[in-house]
């Protein structure tokens, strides 16, 4: 999933505002233009020659910090956001703010999510990239239930379509492999769309490098969606494995999700910095690997501001191995 910040705590209200004013200050005081300029003047300051962007598949040249929709919907991820318009200002702002990727899945709301992007965004930006999944069912809020059936994926793929007002969808990741179906009939199921033209490009959600092996005999996986972030390191192994095949990671719960991210040692460096333990989680996982694709998630304008501003975080080479250190003992 996607699954990003639980309303980041209830957007970490109070405890962190002054923090959070301060660093927005001094970014916004070097500047400005960039943050309230158009797509266009942030995409001409996040070039490759700065690692910033990524291609996935060979062929969609994305912004490597994208967004993360899951969270432009209701309590438990169920229904429409208790304030439509200002989810459509978020996504609109977003790409106003450089984002070319926009991750989304149809279990999100369920199905809600999609059509709000559709709402905010069509027609769409040339070189937006809108990544969705199919494949896992909901009997209600907070609730996940996995459905990898090939005739279910593929009614999945056309609905999405439809909702999306898309002729064919940039990157489709099989939400979570069902293990009551095995992996190569669902896999296969999305091959037919692929070679229908449906569907552009493959994915995976929370996979081991053997799933992806396996996964790979069937159809080219250019993506892989796995909880991933500074204090929760799982699957390491799984990012070593997209960094040697060139593979993106799309780390979900990027800044914790709903188990948030402690860390004392983390606090303090990020109090040093003036910003926020988030934004310099979100530095840390662009700094971590060139082939990660960090997806955060808010409904909150002032939150994804902030957010879109962890790409400017330079740090000398000698704290950055400060904090890797610690990371590794988080």
Request: with cysteine.
């Amino acid at each position: 999933m996607n699954d990003e910040f639980s309303k980041r705590n209830s957007e970490q209200v109070r405890g962190e505002a002054v923090s959070r004013r301060l660093f927005l200050r001094a970014t916004l005081a070097g500047g400005a233009s960039l943050l309230a300029g158009r797509a266009s003047t942030l995409f001409a300051a996040t070039s490759a020659s700065d690692k910033s962007t990524f291609s996935i598949g060979g062929d969609l040249s994305v912004n490597r910090l994208g967004f993360g929709a899951m969270r432009l919907t209701g309590e438990g991820i169920w229904g429409w956001p208790p304030d439509r318009e200002n989810a459509i200002k978020v996504l609109r702002r977003a790409v106003d703010l450089g984002v070319n990727l926009i991750d989304t899945a149809d279990a999100y709301g369920p199905e809600t999510d999609e059509l709000l992007i559709a709402q905010a965004l069509y027609p769409y930006p040339k070189g937006l990239v809108i990544a969705t999944k199919g494949g896992n069912t909901r009997p209600g809020p907070d609730q996940w239930v996995p459905n990898g059936r090939p005739e279910y994926l593929k009614q999945c793929v056309d609905k999405s379509l439809k909702r999306l007002k898309l002729g064919r969808i940039d990157l489709y990741q099989l939400h979570r492999v069902d293990p009551k179906v095995p992996m190569e009939d669902s896999l296969g199921a999305l091959k037919e769309e692929q070679s229908a033209g449906k569907i552009r490009h493959i994915g995976l959600s929370e996979v081991s490098p053997q799933q992806i092996e396996r996964a790979r005999k069937i159809v080219p996986i250019v993506t892989v969606q796995n909880r991933y972030n500074i204090t929760d390191r799982k699957w390491d192994n799984t990012l070593a494995y997209c960094e040697k095949e060139r593979i993106g990671f799309m780390p979900w719960a990027p800044v914790g999700g709903t188990r948030g991210m402690s860390s004392a040692a983390l606090e303090r460096i990020a109090k040093d910095h003036r910003m926020s333990i988030y934004q310099l989680g979100l530095a840390w996982l662009l700094h971590r690997s060139p082939v990660m694709l960090p997806i955060p998630g808010t409904s909150s304008l002032a939150h994804l501001e902030e957010n879109m501003s962890a790409r400017k975080v330079q740090l000398s080479p000698e704290e950055w191995k400060t904090i890797d250190s610690l990371a590794s003992q988080t």
